[in-house]
């Protein structure tokens, strides 16, 4: 499907920062430009560079965007420790409102009241939102190779859209680049 797609295209770009030890911290649909069938990132305001022990080698401000912040993002000092869990909980938060239209319930209110499966989502794209944006991050994907095989996993029960379209075919978006303030990451 074509959600899947752009989906799957956004999970790259953060593959490709979190391989350069940055961490975006402000995953949300308007940080995603579409021009054409290319999904760019943009708004890197928030981001942090980690060194190879894991520590913020940078001081930004703190980013917690209304549906997409994970709890961890409500700390004082925001995150401090490279954790590819906290970019995954807000790119499955944007996959939430790209398949339903609507701004996912703050990470504060999960943490009472259980996530709801909207009607019409199939099993894994169900399984990788909800896993993703589990409010403890231990329990998420802990890295993007672990959410896309989610996302990728044959449906038990398929929807009559990923029928039609066949379930969730595997795109290849190794060709894809990451504009990051004038500068591209290939």
């Known amino acids: 499907s074509i959600a899947i797609g752009y989906i799957t295209q956004m999970a790259d770009a953060l593959r490709q920062l979190h391989e350069h030890r940055i961490m975006h911290l402000d995953i949300k649909p308007a940080n995603v430009l ?10 890197f305001g928030v981001s942090k560079h980690y060194d190879a022990e894991g520590d913020a080698t940078t001081t930004t401000p703190v980013a917690r965007s209304k549906g997409y912040a994970p709890i961890e993002q409500y700390r004082q000092g925001g995150v401090q420790s490279f954790s590819p869990e906290t970019d995954i909980y ?5 996959a939430y409102f790209l398949v339903t239209g609507k701004t996912p319930p703050e990470a504060t209110e999960l943490i009472i009241d259980p996530f709801q499966r909207p009607n019409g989502i199939s099993d894994s794209l169900w399984d990788s939102i909800s896993t993703s944006m589990s409010p403890n991050k231990n329990n998420r994907p802990h890295s993007i190779a672990e959410f896309v095989n989610l996302l990728n996993e044959k449906d038990k029960s398929p929807t009559k859209e990923d029928v039609s379209e066949g379930v969730f075919p595997k795109i290849d ?14």
């Open 34 to 43: 579409l021009r054409g069938n290319d999904l760019y990132l943009i708004d």
């Open 173 to 186: 978006w190794s060709n894809t680049t990451l504009a990051t303030d004038n500068t591209i990451i290939e």
């Open 90 to 94: 807000s790119l499955g938060a944007t």
